[in-house]
């Protein structure tokens, strides 16, 4: 009766009937999917009466989620009810006897009212619910004393005691209302009265059994779940986020960063998730403090509109980095925290080279962090070690085919890779690709001509040309050339090898660039890791790896949830080397924080190095694979660099700064700001407003901070602005935030800065030109072989992938400020299948980075009595 009258109303039902022999931890499994499923409303559990000896009838109600409790018999919605709070789902049966006392004429307000019964499922919530409504209540059993002239005194007697003609006609007062709730059926009897039949002479009203509370009941359960649907709808129509700030306890001077972090308690991460419109089966959490979210966000919002996307890119900066990150964290906390927008920051994760090494780590700084800052820069949640592993299993598959079709004959061969088991064999689904790729239309392994086996069976790599290296998430400059096979098992089969970091695998950059589970399986499948002999490319898909990798992977794909020192969300994920990658953090992240935030929030997020290199791949790279259009772009910038370019002191990391850096010199930084202008320019040739951040440093002066504000104005940045977010976290970011909302309401004209159907030449010298400022490009010889190479293979659509020091816009890191008509040498270039672009490598770029003679190793420590770690930063 129930689904009938809900398909009536327009109610779509599922009746999920499970067997008797189900357990209660199966019933217990099949709520949690209920409850995690974002698409049903509401849910009712109905247990046949003898199931109490095998299952706890009140643990099953209390596992039905009090958000689809459309039942009303959730513990925590039974507590609203006791307490007064009537915004829960009431429970269906004593609301139907509330309904129906209104309908019968009775003014519950100062009405005395008897409830016979005191069961949790109606008497109870039924007397709680008459009191709420006013009326003077109270609450008989059989065992009370005087019990018919308890009753013969109320205006309203409830009768939910469940034995047959229990209350006679001489107990009701006349005139009552009486709500008979009834009993079971009796074998032979049909549907019982609890109340004599004399009484219908008496009282004014009662309730017929069955036709009365009965269909009331259904009808409150309908009521409650379309009370659901409202609830889900409005929770998605909800454009703010009831965000629940972390205030910020400043201190004069600024701590170290880890002492500020350690200083925040985060909120639970599920908290968090709350607050920003995740729902519980959407998260899976690594500890309190960080969470996994899943894909599945992005079907369940795919209606909802997009909010704004900035990136936040930097002019070219000193050795010791221009706050990129600091600003990032600060801005989404000013937005979020005090402008009250919807806003997200979606980052790269840190590899562990530089956290051990030099540079220190990329969680932000000063008062602008996101935390816990020990767990962003070690490990995390484990994706950079995924990426590690995935790669490395297909290197050693490689040499492995390398070392199997050097040693075996082609029959051999083929009856290895194609096994009888049982008597029988055939091709797995990654063969029958294989077979596909190479026009061999058989799917019986025995049917293939001795030929045809041969070409499914040998790849011919020629271990000369093989371009995939092994990856190891650590600085080991004796890494960077080897030689492998030196074995005797190996049967003198060497070959050079190139160890690089791990966040250069050409996996990691996919993780970035996939738009979706199934796009990141093809580029995994399409992954070019050496060439055949004839030249040919042979991909991961054809040694048969795609779906080993997908299972290494297959967690790393969802992004890490974590939050600022002030409480605002941040999606932390992948970390693709700025170099010969984009360097930018997930299209995955961006597009599930741009549905989070929705049509009036902000996602922010970084591009690696500065606009030349880091921004210019974020748009024809990132953008072009996304489809996401940026709003605005911040260009971070400091006083401290532009008098570098300027032609101040050298800058080096652990050497304290020359005094020009520390005093006002506006005559230094006037020389540097051609600089600046250079990347207000990159970012205007994409066609978005710019906005100049100055991170500001406590030696900045107002002079030297108006001489670059007035010089951004005329060049075109839609404003300039001061920011002291280091020092005071969200607060000191507000100015700076109100900029870039006004940039974003201005609208883009965004466009690339050059067309794929372009030949791989042209499009290198528009970047060469339009970015760095170069009058002409120089190619090796190689390099020249490889572009017409690739050009017939037809990778020539693909995007360009700049390699090119950061520390100048020209291929030599010494040459500072805004050069221009230089040459740019092209030494050698490479192509990453896989994630969709081709990389020519200017300059020395070394992709297996070294430690220092003193490197941050030293400083590093466990407190082994505190379980605190000592020295990170």
Known sequence: MKLKSAAEVGIKTEHVKLP???TESELLNELHKLNNNPNIHGIIVQMPLDSENTINSHLITDSVSPDKDVDGLNTVNEGRVATGDLTGFLPCTPNGVIELAKRAGVNLSGADAVVLGRSKIVGTPAAELLKWNNATVTVCHSKTKDLKAQCQKADVLVVAIGQPEFVKGDWIKPGAVVIDCGINAISGMGKQLTISREAKEVASYITPVPGGVGPMTVAMLMKNTVQSAQRSAQHLLNATWNLKPLPLKLQTPVPSDIEISRAQEPKDITQLAQEIGLYPGEISQYGSKKAKISLSVLDRLSHQKNGKYVVVTGITPTPLGEGKSTTL??????????LKKNSFATMRQPSQGPTFGIKGGAAGGGYSQVIPMEDVNLHLTGDIHAVTAANNLLAAQLDARI?????????????????????????SNIQLRRLKRLGIDKTDPDSLTPEERARFARLDIDSKNVVWNRVMDINDRYLRDITIGESPTEKGITRKEHFTISVASEIMAILALATSLKDFKERLANMVVAFDKNG?????????????????LKDSVEPTLLQTLEGSPVFMHAGPFANIAHGS??????????????ESGLVLTEAGFSSDIGMEKFFNIKCRASGDVPSAVVLVSTIRALKMHGGGPTVSPGAPLASEYTQENLELLRKGIPNLLRHISNSLKFGVPVVVAINHRETDTDAEVELIRTAAKEAGAFDAVSSRHWALGGEGAIDLAKAVVAATEQGSNFKFLYELGLPLKDKIEIISREMYGAGQVTYSEVVEEKLKQYEEQGY???PVCMAKTPLSLTADPKIKGAPTGFTLPINSISVSVGAGFVVPLTGEITKMPGLPTRPAIYDIDLNIETGEIEGLF
């Open 20 to 22: 008797r022999s189900t």
């Open 329 to 338: 964290l600060g801005l989404v906390q000013a937005l979020s925290t005090h």
């Open 403 to 427: 070392f199997h079709e050097a040693t075996q004959k082609d029959q051999p061969l083929y009856d290895r890779l194609v096994p009888k088991i049982k008597g029988t064999r055939k091709f």
């Open 536 to 552: 040919g490319p042979v991909t991961a898909d054809d040694l048969g790896m795609t779906g080993a990798l997908m299972v290494l």
């Open 585 to 598: 953090n997930s299209i995955i992240a961006d597009k599930i924080a741009l549905k989070l935030v929705g």
């Open 796 to 798: 020539g659509n693909l």
